[in-house]
């Protein structure tokens, strides 16, 4: 069974930097995409970005360039840093895969939430 | 960014309605457009892609449909499970986008 997990501080400073990990079981993340998104309080949900098989991403352009989505093929696991993040950063982030055209974001993990606070 | 309207924005219905929920899109973007259905403390659980396929797992009263830029989830027999926010999702151009949400409650 495909499973994901976030981990990382629930409480980050304005100004400072937010690094999620999303650990991944049943699957290589050597195939298909995974990818952050992120529900923010008041319900809007925004696509992050993702991590494709082989390593090449893609984000948002309104994260510019705060954003940075990276792996460890070896643990199976893949990272999200956010950069100088501010109170409107705050919101639930999940980690996700995605089969690519052919399918849905299909299997999730069960989402960290990310107070920006000082 | 290609904009998704959801209509409406919040909707009650009683048990065994026939409800569809609308997403409407600023460009075209063929069939690919996905569904997720939200709940609170639950991750999104996938519903709808390509438009009109039906995710893994997910019962038959759920379907998807497209008409030009207009696509719609109905659920032919409304069940007391099925309360929750439900978000349409376009993929076919970066950077991919959400619409607002539907708020399905029970009447």
């Known amino acids: 069974e495909v499973q994901l997990q976030e981990s990382g501080p629930g409480l980050v400073k304005p100004s400072q930097s937010l690094s999620l990990t999303c650990s991944v079981t049943?699957?290589?993340?050597?195939?298909?995409?995974w990818g952050w998104i992120r529900k923010f309080p008041g319900n809007k949900m925004e696509w992050m970005g993702y991590i494709s098989y082989s390593g090449s991403t893609s984000y948002n352009p309104s994260l510019k360039s705060r954003i940075s989505i990276t792996r460890d093929t070896s643990k199976n696991q893949f990272f999200l840093q956010l950069n100088s993040v501010t109170t409107e950063d705050t919101a639930t982030y999940y980690c996700?895969?995605?089969?690519?055209?052919?399918?849905?974001?299909?299997?999730w993990g069960q989402g960290v939430m990310v107070t920006v606070s000082s | 960014d290609i904009q998704l309207t959801q209509s409406p924005s919040s909707m009650s219905a009683s048990l065994g309605d026939r409800v569809s929920l609308t997403c409407q899109s600023s460009q075209g973007i063929g069939n690919y457009l996905s569904w997720y259905q939200h709940k609170p403390g639950k991750p999104p659980k996938p519903m709808i892609y390509y438009a009109t396929n039906l995710a893994d797992g997910v019962p038959s009263r759920f379907s998807g449909s497209r008409s030009g830029s207009d696509y719609s989830l109905t659920i032919s027999s409304l069940e007391s499970e099925d309360t929750a926010i439900y978000y349409c999702?376009?993929?076919?151009?970066?950077?991919?986008?959400f619409g607002a949400g539907t708020k399905l409650e029970l009447k």
């Open positions: 999702l376009q993929y076919d151009e970066y950077p991919y986008t």
């Open positions: 049943g699957y290589s993340i050597t195939s298909n995409y």
């Open positions: 996700a895969r995605w089969e690519g055209y052919s399918g849905p974001f299909d299997y």
